[in-house]
Nanobody, 123 residues
């Protein structure tokens, strides 16, 4: 089992920045690829970014490319999402996920999920 706990969300104005953290415990987190997804009210869960277990490769949704950066510190069992130039359409609950074998944008490929942290971007 891997337990994931997100933090760092909040209410910010458009153009601001936030850094989300996802702290992992349980099995060796460095064995897992890690991703961020988001879900807005009434919408499907949406892929944001993924990072491989070593941190050597990252992939982003087109909607956040150039504004968001995913990173990880395996010594701290933590994955980060640096979000810059936030827009109102980024408002959602942001969830961290871990996958043993995949680096995909498909929710069912992920084995473990956190509870999420709310990000609200006002005009």
């Amino acid at each position: 089992q891997v337990q994931l706990v997100e933090s760092g969300g909040g209410l910010v104005q458009a153009g601001a920045s936030l850094r989300l953290s996802c702290a992992a415990s349980g099995r060796t987190f460095s064995d897992y690829n890690a991703a961020w997804f988001r879900q807005a009210p009434g919408k499907e869960r949406e892929f944001v970014a993924v990072i491989t277990w070593s941190g050597s490769n990252t992939y982003y949704a087109d909607s956040v490319k150039g504004r968001f950066t995913i990173s990880r510190d395996n010594a701290k069992n933590t994955v980060y999402l640096q979000m810059n130039s936030l827009k109102p359409e980024d408002t959602a609950v942001y969830l961290c996920a871990a996958a043993r074998y995949y680096t995909s944008n498909i929710t069912t490929d992920y084995d473990y999920w956190g509870q999420g942290t709310q990000v609200t971007v006002s005009i």
